[in-house]
């Protein structure tokens, strides 16, 4: 099983990104997946969640301007980041769970990608 994050980049105060999450070795559609993200200097956060069953849920600080989506059939869940600020700086990371929850504990993820660094800059 291997997830590649990608899509990262340098990008200004109030542009978009988006991000892929492309998995292999396993059937997507029977996982939840998770963005997480790690600011210089602080711990791993989770920011949006989708889940098995189509729900989603976003933590506050992202909250209608990301947008996570996933096309099952391509093995790929993107984060479309829009309205990007300063602290939205970080490497961000994607993970899967065999739970159908939107869970913020890093433990209930069993795989992970690299992940990819977004740096917001003027």
């Known amino acids: 099983v291997q997830l590649q994050a990608s899509g990262g980049g340098l990008v200004q105060p109030g542009g978009s990104l988006r991000l892929s999450c492309q998995a292999s070795?396993?059937?997507?559609?029977?996982?939840?997946v998770a963005w997480f993200r790690q600011a210089p200097g602080k711990k791993r956060d989770w920011i949006v969640c989708?889940?098995?069953?189509?729900?989603?849920d976003y933590r506050n600080p992202v909250r209608g301007r990301f947008a996570v989506s996933r096309d099952n059939a391509k093995s790929t869940v993107y984060l479309q980041m829009s309205a990007l600020k300063a602290e939205d700086t970080a490497v961000y990371f994607c993970?899967?769970?065999?739970?159908?929850?939107?869970?913020?504990?890093?433990?209930?993820?069993?795989?992970w990608g690299k992940g990819t660094l977004v740096t917001v800059s003027s």
């Open positions: 070795g396993l059937a997507l559609d029977s996982y939840s």
């Open positions: 993970a899967t769970s065999t739970i159908d929850l939107c869970v913020v504990e890093e433990d209930y993820y069993n795989h």
């Open positions: 989708s889940r098995k069953n189509g729900e989603k």
